[in-house]
């Protein structure tokens, strides 16, 4: 278990990244590939020409995102973004006091946490978590299984609590702060239905159900006395939370495994929204990994995404997010290997394993700043078995670059089409309002390059002016804490 915050979770070493008003000169680029440049190499000419994202283009593609959200904003199913509605209408206000629970399900961890607040003065007084590995079993297993076993751990969570430290009114019951990582038909603030599974996902007969009576039924049947205040996605979690220490949070944005964006919208600019309120504003979880137009796919993304588990969807997920990067350059390396003898004349068996090389391998390559590429050799010698020469293990750096390059910046002409969106409705940028992204995701906090090139495509669209207003800030691990708060917002008590 793990004591945390009582200000801020800005991670350190990121904190928050405002753009400056003035231009910078050039990229920070990965020093592999600064220095002498990989011999030519057609696949790979024509892969960097295939993954090109110039600033007009990447523009086409912040407008079509953009189209989109209009469109999914208008009827159900308008747009390729299904810009679900969440009935979050109110965002903490710092009030909040009492504990509440939050369960954060949308990876190979669930993490369970408890959160005693202490109303505008104390805010968090205290908290407990503990994160717990799902076996590949259980991420295609039943969902009796899946729930059955997250059940059973927050059961021996809360069995573990001090009393001393936290305190439940009497006559309550545990509420919980449920964060459902994955695309769901929200209904109320307390139910909604899994659209489709992403990630690896692939639990059976889920698709359709209500995630929350799944979970419900599970904590019964373990003698859970807890309800479900409040079922959020983690996007939805990361604003909530990050709202909680910073009043200019309007957007929550997460790079990591997968990816999402939720943001804070007018509720008159929202035609499917058919209640008679039409004042205020609410939280629309995008769901921008479904993107998929004029997306610059290669031969190597459309063959990983046949083989994927949800093939055809997600397609944005999948150029932009963690738990792709890696797979995709592992398949263009394999193609160079059988067809321009990138390591000589040998295919290693390992480079046909799917998987194999995975994102932080390429993060740890492009980060290699010795001068015979020495982490880049080691790396390609423990994971594909190869022994790799300098022209090689050049060569392996640019495809990363390639790939990691137009990841980020089309995650930056995204968040683009979002802060474009606010700003037609708010004009806050343009009166000098200070609009923060509350980030999270471990693409985002662990791959320099990543980041910067998405930092860059943003102020190329947005224009240094507006963006001088925009601050990114890396907010770790609020999800948890926002989901929490919500639970407390929407008690029934
Ligand atoms: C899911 C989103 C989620 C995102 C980040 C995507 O695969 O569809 O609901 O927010 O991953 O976890």
New binding site residues.
Partial sequence: MSLMFSSPVVTPALGSFTFSSRPRSNYIVMSAVRSNSASTCPILTKFQKDCDTPTPYLRNVANAIADDMRDGLAVEGGGDLEMILTFVDALPSGNEEGLFYALDL??TNFRVRSVQLGGKKERVLATESEQISISQKLMIGTSEELFGFIASKLASFVAKEKPGRFLLEEGRKRELGFTF???VKQTSIDSGTLSKW??GFKVSGMEGKNVVACLNEAMEAHGLDMRVSALV???VGTLAGARYWDEDVMVGV?L?????ACYVEQKHAIPKLRSKSSSGTTII?T?W?GFSKILPQTIFDLEMDETSLNPGE?LY?KMISGMYLGEIVRRVLLHMCETSDLFGHFVPAKLSTPLALRTEHLCKMQEDNTDDLRDVGSILYDFLDVEANMNARRRVVEVCDTVVKRGGRLAGAGIVAILEKIEKDTKRMGSGKRTVVAMD?ALYEKYPQYRQYMQDALVELLGHKLASHVAIKHTKDVSGLGAALLAATNSIY
């Fill in positions: 949308g990876g990582s994955f695309p992403t990630k996605n983690d996007g997460i990591g495994t997968g990816t999402n979880n769901e990994g997600h997920e995701g």
